[in-house]
């Protein structure tokens, strides 16, 4: 089998964001793990292939989009070009460089929503300009920690959130499989405690839309991070294993610390 090519995807420049993006890379085929190290006691690297499945799916259209919420939502994933529509089957599938060095294990004060809900609905979609992709997860509020925008939020209520990102499958069957590095996304009808920014790793900070930081599937009496940056020495390891209450305790510490009392929505936990 030929040795996987690396080389930085030129589109990125010129948009005046370097300093604030991170680097986009393609891989020939498929991706593959990094060279493994002495991995930490609770870290397993992850199968690549589990990744690409929790990815959203949606086909490749030429046909312009017609809601004007949907295309103002989608304007801002076509500023970095990673779909090219004049692909062949052995093109290249993107990945990026590793997002949010240094981010906390709970990041009370990098989120302006801290909510615990159900994924009720996951979908992927193109930017207006066909070039980029994105998935879009609609949550159902169980309980509101945090809220730092204009919208009102409470039990019961939906709210959306937004990731870089998703499977693009082309009329030959290709698919292109577009992803921040490290990261995963959340999975219809799982519950997770989710904190959500207005900083778009590709795109830059937004206005309204809510970009998903990252967040804590709470299974059973288990916790179990949504995302691994850094690999074995990803801080949202903390809490791998552990139980629901601890984290919430955890969070709560956190709000205090940073002035943000808990909503008192009725909420459990």
Same mark, same amino acid.
């Given at each position: 089998m030929s040795e996987k090519r690396r080389f930085v995807i030129p589109a990125i420049i010129g948009l005046g964001l370097l300093t604030a993006l991170p680097v986009l890379i393609a891989l020939q085929g498929q991706t593959t793990p990094e060279k493994s190290k002495s991995l930490h006691q609770r870290f397993q690297q992850p199968d690549m292939g589990e990744v690409k499945s929790t990815f959203p799916r949606v086909s490749y259209t030429f046909e312009e989009i017609s809601e004007p919420f949907r295309k103002a939502k989608s304007q801002k994933y076509g500023r970095v070009r990673t779909i090219d529509p004049n692909i062949s089957e052995n093109a290249q599938e993107m990945i990026t460089a590793d997002w949010e060095v240094g981010v906390d294990a709970v990041p009370v004060a990098k989120s302006v929503v801290i909510v615990l809900g159900i994924v009720v609905d996951a979908a992927a979609?193109? #930017?207006? @300009?066909?070039?980029? *992709? +994105? #998935?879009?997860?609609?949550?159902?509020?169980? =309980?509101?920690?945090? @809220?730092?925008?204009?919208?009102? &939020? $409470?039990?019961?209520?939906? &709210?959306?959130?937004?990731?870089?990102?998703?499977?693009?499958?082309?009329?030959?069957?290709?698919?292109?499989?577009? +992803?921040?590095? #490290?990261?995963?996304?959340?999975?219809?009808?799982?519950?997770?405690?989710?904190?959500? @920014?207005?900083?778009?790793? &590709? !795109?830059? $900070?937004?206005?309204?839309?809510? @970009?998903? &930081? !990252?967040? +804590?599937?709470?299974?059973?009496?288990? *916790?179990?991070?949504?995302?691994?940056?850094?690999?074995?020495?990803?801080?949202?390891?903390?809490? =791998?294993?552990?139980?629901?209450?601890?984290?919430? =305790?955890?969070? $709560?510490?956190?709000? $205090?610390? #940073?002035?943000?009392?808990?909503?008192?929505?009725?909420?459990?936990?």
């Open positions: 979609y193109l #930017s207006d @300009n066909k070039q980029g *992709v +994105y #998935s879009e997860f609609k949550i159902e509020i169980e =309980k509101v920690f945090k @809220n730092d925008t204009d919208q009102e &939020l $409470k039990k019961g209520d939906y &709210l959306f959130a937004e990731r870089d990102g998703g499977v693009v499958i082309f009329p030959t069957g290709f698919e292109k499989w577009v +992803y921040i590095r #490290s990261q995963r996304m959340p999975t219809k009808g799982r519950r997770y405690l989710f904190f959500l @920014n207005r900083d778009f790793p &590709l !795109t830059g $900070k937004q206005i309204s839309d809510l @970009n998903l &930081l !990252t967040a +804590y599937e709470f299974k059973g009496e288990l *916790v179990t991070p949504l995302d691994f940056p850094g690999g074995e020495t990803s801080p949202f390891l903390t809490f =791998k294993g552990r139980k629901p209450e601890e984290l919430i =305790k955890t969070l $709560k510490e956190g709000l $205090k610390d #940073s002035s943000c009392q808990p909503s008192d929505d009725g909420g459990g936990l």
